[in-house]
């Protein structure tokens, strides 16, 4: 069964940073494409990143060139390295995976979470 866990979430100031870790078990992890979303109160979930099974990525406009996605495929994980961190990053960010090429619209399997709050 495959499994999701982030880490790595925290309480930091306005132009801080934060790197958020998700680990894969449970099956082949360089099979997969896994995407960050982020849900903050009173609003709908968004695709904050994503990243291929090869590799290739897509960000969100509101944090290009302050977040970085990427992926260990021996370690079973992926990185989200944000940087410049602004309040409205605040929220619950998720990773989720899918067996596929590309992260699609309903990945099926989703980690529990972990709170990133930023203050100004």
């Known amino acids: 069964q495959v499994q999701l866990v982030e880490t790595g979430g925290g309480l930091v100031q306005a132009g801080g940073s934060l790197r958020l870790s998700c680990a894969l078990s449970g099956s082949v992890f360089g099979g997969y494409a896994v995407g960050w979303y982020r849900q903050a109160p009173g609003k709908q979930r968004e695709l904050v990143a994503d990243i291929s099974r090869f590799f290739s990525t897509n960000y969100v406009a509101s944090v290009k060139g302050r977040f970085t996605i990427s992926r260990d495929n021996a370690k079973n994980t992926v990185y989200l390295q944000m940087n410049s961190l602004k309040p409205e990053d605040t929220a619950v960010y998720y990773c989720?995976?899918?067996?596929?090429?590309?992260?699609?619209?309903?990945?099926?399997?989703w980690g529990q979470g972990t709170q990133v709050t930023v203050s100004s």
């Open positions: 989720a995976a899918e067996q596929a090429i590309r992260i699609g619209f309903r990945p099926p399997y």
